[in-house]
C-alpha cells in the first residue's frame, strides 16, 4: 500500500507583507540624537567648549635672534628649561620680547632628572650622566656676551648626588659674578631633599633671589607630582 503524505500549512503561522517600507534617512538619525556636550577636565574644571584667546597662540620659534641664542649655548654645550621643557614662549623670550633683551631660563646639571612629575616634559632617567664640571664656566662665558642684567639659573632634580646639585649651583653663581660683577642672579632650585645644608651654599654663593616652585597645591600633590616630592617638606 503506499502512503501519500499531504503538507498542510499550519494555522498558527500567519504572513504579513508591508505594502510600503519608510527608511529613515541619516540626517533624519542624526537630527534625533540630542547635542552631547563634553564633560569638564576632571582636575582643571575647564570647559572644553570655550576657545582658547588667540594671545595664547604663539608662532614656531624663529627670527635672527633666535638662532643666535640657540647657537651660543650649543656651542657652550648648555641647556634651557626653555627647550627642555618645551616651552611655548620660548620665540619671544629668546628674540628680546618687547625690550628687545634677550632671555634664557640656563638648566644647569644637565638635561635628565630623577624624578617623574607628569606635568613636566623633562626628560627622566634614574642614572643621568654625572654633571659638566665646565658647565659653571660656560654658563658664565654664555650670559656675559649677552649683555643682560638679570638671568635665572634653575636645573633638574638630582637626587644621585649627595648635596642635590646646591655646590654646582654655587659654582655657576660665582663664575657669573666674575665675569659680569652687577649682573643680577636668581637660582630657581629644586628641593633638595629637604637638607638645609644645601641650601646655606647656595645662599651664600652671591646669589640675588633665592626661588623655589611648589608647584600645586596639596590635595594634587600625588596626583601630578614625583612622590618624592612633597609640599610639607618643600614649606
Known sequence: MIHQAIWKPSNSISYSIPSKIRCESRTDTVKMK???????????????????????????????????????????????????????????????????????????????????????????????????????????????????????????????????????FARTVKAMKKQKPDIMVECLTSDFRGDLRAVETLVHSGLDVFAHNIETVKRLQRIVRDPRAGLVMQV
Open 34 to 168: 540630542p547635542p552631547q556636550r563634553q564633560q569638564m577636565g576632571l582636575h582643571t574644571g575647564r570647559d572644553p567648549d570655550v576657545k582658547k584667546p588667540e594671545w595664547l597662540r604663539q608662532k614656531a620659534p624663529q627670527g635672527q635672534r633666535f638662532q643666535e641664542v640657540k647657537e651660543s649655548l650649543s656651542s657652550l654645550k648648555l641647556n634651557t628649561v626653555c627647550e627642555e621643557a618645551q616651552c611655548p614662549n620660548i620665540g619671544e623670550c629668546w628674540n628680546g620680547g618687547g625690550d628687545g633683551i634677550a632671555t634664557a631660563t640656563i638648566m644647569l646639571l644637565g638635561d635628565t632628572c630623577t624624578r617623574g612629575c607628569r606635568f613636566c616634559a623633562v626628560k627622566t632617567s634614574r642614572n643621568p650622566a654625572p654633571p659638566d664640571p665646565m658647565e659653571p664656566e660656560n654658563t658664565a662665558k654664555a650670559i656675559a656676551s649677552w649683555g643682560v642684567d638679570y638671568i635665572v639659573l634653575t636645573s633638574v632634580d638630582r637626587d644621585d648626588i649627595p648635596d642635590g646639585g646646591s655646590g654646582h
